[in-house]
T-cell receptor, first 113, second 114 residues
């Protein structure tokens, strides 16, 4: 069974631009969560989607948004990029009997210049 | 709110030494507890988990016991190897497939010297 895949793996943007990151969950998983990892703040929950609906959102500004498609693939978008948005963005999927168990992708490394 | 506290390190040990990484938590509900490991340049891998009090999670020689009375989930390994060098994250999620994501500790950087 293929794991969680994220594209692209690396991305360089400049301040003020916007960016879209993509995540494909494990086949059969309907829940996708996004996390931001930075050296200063550690791992922080961004949002979770289940069956195309956002179930919960972490404490991030409205510049951070996401969506989920009918095939469970998810995208997250960051608009008006700031230097502080430079981070590793991790996607995790869960499903089946173990809804609390999340499987992570390799992440997308975003650098904002 | 929920929180996880763990030693940040770096923790440096010699090969074959005994490892303990402490983890304590506060949670508004009844959490499931996890240890994740992150190798350089990679995402997180689930190492072990426990879903109720007194459960012991184990994998690859690592163990952790869910202690509700002390709100702890310490990670242990009897004999570490150089390949165990990584960052270890303790995490919780309130049970019931809850709408909140995982709450992570800051991570413990483990360095094993040959």
């Amino acid at each position: 069974k293929a794991g969680v895949t994220q594209t692209p793996r690396y991305l360089i943007k400049t301040r003020g631009q916007q960016v879209t990151l993509s995540c494909s969950p494990i086949s059969g998983h309907r829940s996708v969560s996004w996390y931001q990892q930075t050296p200063g703040q550690g791992l922080q929950f961004l949002f979770e989607y289940f069956s195309e609906t956002q179930r919960n959102k972490g404490n991030f500004p409205g510049r951070f948004s996401g969506r989920q498609f009918s095939n469970s693939r998810s995208e997250m978008n960051v608009s008006t990029l700031e230097l502080g948005d430079s981070a590793l963005y991790l996607c995790a999927s869960s499903g089946g009997r173990e809804l609390n168990e999340q499987f992570f992708g390799p992440g997308t490394r975003l650098t904002v210049l | 709110g929920d929180s996880v506290t763990q030693m940040e390190g770096p923790v440096t040990l010699s090969e074959e030494a005994f490892l303990t990484i402490n983890c304590t938590y506060t949670a508004t509900g009844y959490p499931s507890l996890f240890w994740y490991v992150q190798y350089p340049g990679e995402g997180l891998q689930l190492l072990l988990k426990a879903t109720k009090a007194d459960d012991k999670g184990s994998n690859k020689g690592f163990e952790a016991t869910y202690r509700k009375e002390t709100t702890s989930f310490h990670l242990e390994k009897g004999s570490v190897q150089v390949s165990d060098s990584a960052v270890y994250f303790c995490a919780l999620r309130v049970s019931g497939g809850g709408a909140d994501g995982l709450t992570f500790g800051k991570g413990t950087h483990l360095i094993i010297q040959p």
